[in-house]
């Protein structure tokens, strides 16, 4: 691949990512192997980026790809619980095809939604989602009461939720 | 199941009883749920990115410049770049090439910047936000340059830049939300691949690296190697043909990169301790024969009758599929249906190392058949065979032969270490898991594979490694 394919493959890349993480996660339901399974899916993409046909959907390429990756996954790990349903797979990598374009879009804006919030805000975030601490857990590091962490929690949610899809609204998306 | 079920997030961020598992993939034949689930799916990666600091979801290599060529030049391109000390050229490293497209990526995407919500503090307007310019120059000494431009002290520096000085000075930078602090010496070259990487080419870096969580490690990659911390000082000194390492306090990961490019498993440094890549340590074979040299290792039938059992270096779990050695793609079946079972069939994975001692104790054999290669698709099946002359040693000498194939699908025969041949497998799977595929490793042995009564022929210390070994680990085998 020489830089004019590689410029061309992560342009694409960057567009397909979060489409190819969302399938891999609501298959997998465990967004440590989602993170494996997005690292193995973009070494393989690019590596065989010479077979891709431009004429097809790159999403849906890579997301073929997270297929076959999802299922070695699943069969190096049983008897982990994850969705094997045929029905469920064909569901979710049709709704991940189709939201694509907005999967992508909501990243973005959660970056600048993010950057606003307060260190502290942050933090509570980054112990339940990335560390994926029990509210207990967090009750005990950040001394709050278990409520407060809970309420807090969820207006956190919700206001995320709100600036991501005020973005997507003003960009025709929702 | 409605579409704001609580189960949904449960489900997404690991915390789902899994009793409640069949519930929710039977609600998932409804498209409007599946749609649901992955519009919260992609909140969840969206939130896990923003909060890690991360545009790009995965860790690219960025193309080598000689690589167009190597496929024509074959391994002398290879050996020349070996020889001059550089190794395979990571000019942009991983990360910061991604980043880089991020920002194009970004540049093009239209709309208004979103504002937080009712409710939330929204910090200082003044400055760029850290996610878009996440580093802050300290001190910047002269000849420090970025893009061309010289880098002053106070500077806000963007992700995926890079910085570079060509005369011996210092800079010192400091991420503006985490507690990272770098400080670069000599003439250096460093992208800031990302606010939890950054990519040096050349001179000394020193870190200091507060507590991280594993998810979100800090890591310094190299053309040599990859340091992975969660919280700890270190330097890490970057020459033209290795990269040294040295721990102050805690701990770092430190992955050398192979021959390919590759990053091997991370050796594990603490305090006090030094790594150099050059100085690799010893591989370790998936399985070992145990060593067995005596008359009748290949008995006349051309079968090795005392090979087995194995003997298995990395803990084991039996699968439907074969014998199972790690999470990912590597395992050996008991037996192989469409070849006597004698043959110890070996299905590896797209990198493999097979090395075998052999002795020659009779007459001067021919094509003595040390292992082959069975690539099926579908119905169609193709053979590669490493074929290896016996009537060219003397008689009861040793001599180690192996073959090593790399995930590119380029296959080497070496001779004690040295290289004899290369070629390359054009159907090598272009899908790894495509279960269309599938590749095996074979050990047949004697004339083309059949029986031979005429080879007499002693075998030991047979090894599998689920990577490419250099010629210099290959003639490590023998002490």
Redesign the interface.
């Known amino acids: 691949?020489?830089?004019g394919?590689?410029?061309a493959f992560?342009?694409r890349?960057?567009?397909a990512?979060?489409?190819?993480?969302?399938?891999a996660?609501?298959r997998l339901?465990?967004?440590?192997a989602?993170?494996d399974v997005?690292?193995e899916?973009?070494?393989?993409a690019?590596?065989?980026f010479a077979?891709y046909d431009p004429s097809r959907s790159f999403t849906s390429w890579v997301l073929g790809?997270a297929h076959?990756?999802i299922?070695?996954h699943q069969?190096?790990?049983?008897p982990t619980?994850s969705?094997?349903?045929a029905?469920?797979e064909a569901?979710?990598r049709?709704?991940?095809e189709?939201?694509a374009h907005?999967?992508g879009?909501?990243?973005?804006?959660?970056?600048?939604?993010?950057?606003?919030?307060?260190?502290e805000?942050?933090e509570l975030?980054?112990r339940f989602?990335?560390?994926?601490q029990s509210v207990r857990e967090i009750t005990d590091a950040m001394r709050m009461g278990q409520s407060a962490v809970k309420v807090a929690l969820h207006?956190?949610r919700?206001?995320?939720?709100?600036?991501?899809s005020?973005?997507l609204e003003?960009?025709g998306l929702r | 199941m409605r579409r704001d079920d609580p189960r949904i997030e449960a489900?997404?961020?690991?915390r789902?009883p899994?009793g409640e598992?069949p519930a929710?993939?039977?609600a998932?034949?409804?498209?409007a749920l599946?749609?649901a689930?992955?519009?919260a799916?992609?909140?969840?990666?969206?939130?896990?990115?923003?909060?890690?600091g991360q545009?790009?979801?995965?860790?690219?290599?960025?193309?080598r410049?000689d690589?167009?060529g190597r496929r024509t030049r074959g391994t002398r391109t290879r050996r020349r770049v070996r020889r001059t000390g550089r190794g395979p050229v990571w000019a942009a490293l991983a990360a910061a090439?991604?980043l880089?497209?991020?920002l194009?990526?970004?540049q093009l995407?239209?709309?208004?910047?979103?504002?937080?919500?009712?409710?939330?503090?929204?910090?200082s307007q003044h400055e760029p936000?850290?996610?878009r310019q996440p580093w802050r120059v300290l001190a910047s000494g002269s000849g420090v340059r970025v893009g061309g431009d010289a880098l002053a002290a106070d500077a806000l520096v963007s992700a995926g830049s890079r910085i570079s000085a060509d005369v011996p000075t210092q800079l010192r930078l400091a991420h503006r939300?985490e507690p990272i602090e770098l400080e670069l010496s000599g003439p250096f070259e460093l992208a800031l691949a990302g606010p939890a990487t950054v990519a040096c080419q050349r001179g000394t870096l020193r870190a200091k690296v507060g507590p991280r969580?594993r998810?979100?490690p800090f890591s310094v990659i190299t053309p040599h190697a990859r340091c992975t911390v969660l919280g700890t000082r270190f330097a890490v000194t970057i020459a033209a043909d290795a990269t040294r390492v040295s721990v102050s306090e805690g701990t770092v990961a430190f992955a050398r990169r192979d021959g390919d490019g590759e990053f091997a498993a991370p050796q594990e440094l603490t305090a006090g301790m030094r790594a150099d890549s050059a100085e690799a340590p010893s591989p370790v074979a998936l399985l070992a024969y145990p060593l067995h040299r005596g008359p009748g290792s290949l008995d006349g039938t051309g079968r090795l009758s005392r090979i087995l059992p194995l003997t298995l270096r990395r803990q084991p779990e039996w699968?439907d599929?074969g014998l199972?050695l790690?999470?990912?793609?590597h395992c050996v079946t008991r037996t192989n249906a469409s070849w006597p079972e004698l043959r110890a069939a070996l299905v590896a994975s797209r990198a493999v190392t097979l090395s075998v001692k052999v002795a020659n104790r009779g007459p001067p054999s021919e094509n003595l058949l040390l292992g082959v290669l069975y690539i099926r698709k579908n119905t169609e099946g193709a053979r590669r065979l490493v074929s290896v002359r016996m009537d060219d040693g003397e008689p009861g000498v040793w001599v180690r032969w192996s073959v090593t194939v790399a995930?590119?699908g380029t296959m080497r025969t070496y001779r004690d270490g040295e290289l004899q041949r290369a070629s390359r497998i054009e159907d090598w799977p272009?899908?790894?898991?495509?279960?269309s595929v599938q590749l095996k490793l074979l050990m047949p042995l004697g004339h083309h594979g059949e029986p031979d009564e005429d080879l007499a022929v002693e075998f030991a210390d047979v090894q599998l490694f689920d990577r490419v070994l250099t010629p210099d680990e290959l003639r490590r085998l023998d002490p």
């Open positions: 691949m020489d830089a394919q590689h410029a992560l342009t890349w960057m567009r990512q979060s489409a190819v993480a969302a399938y996660l609501s339901g465990d967004p440590h989602m993170d997005v690292q899916v973009a070494l393989a690019q590596r065989y077979r790809i076959h990756k299922a070695d069969r190096a790990r049983r619980a969705l094997e349903s029905e469920a569901q979710l049709a709704a991940s189709r939201l907005e999967t879009e909501r990243a973005s804006a959660m970056h600048d939604c993010i950057a606003r919030l307060k260190p805000r942050r975030l980054r989602y990335l560390d994926g207006r956190l919700r206001a995320l939720r709100d600036c991501v005020r973005a003003r960009e | 489900w997404l961020t690991g789902l899994p598992l929710l993939q039977q998932l034949a409804d498209p599946a749609e689930v992955i519009r799916a992609g909140e969840q990666i969206a939130l896990r990115a923003a909060l890690r545009d790009c979801l995965a860790e690219l290599p960025s193309p410049p690589e167009t090439a991604c880089l497209a991020a194009a990526v970004w995407r239209p709309g208004p910047t979103p504002s937080p919500g009712a409710g939330e503090e929204v910090r936000p850290a996610s939300t969580t998810a979100a699968t599929a199972l790690d999470g990912r793609n995930p590119d272009s899908q790894p898991g495509d279960p």
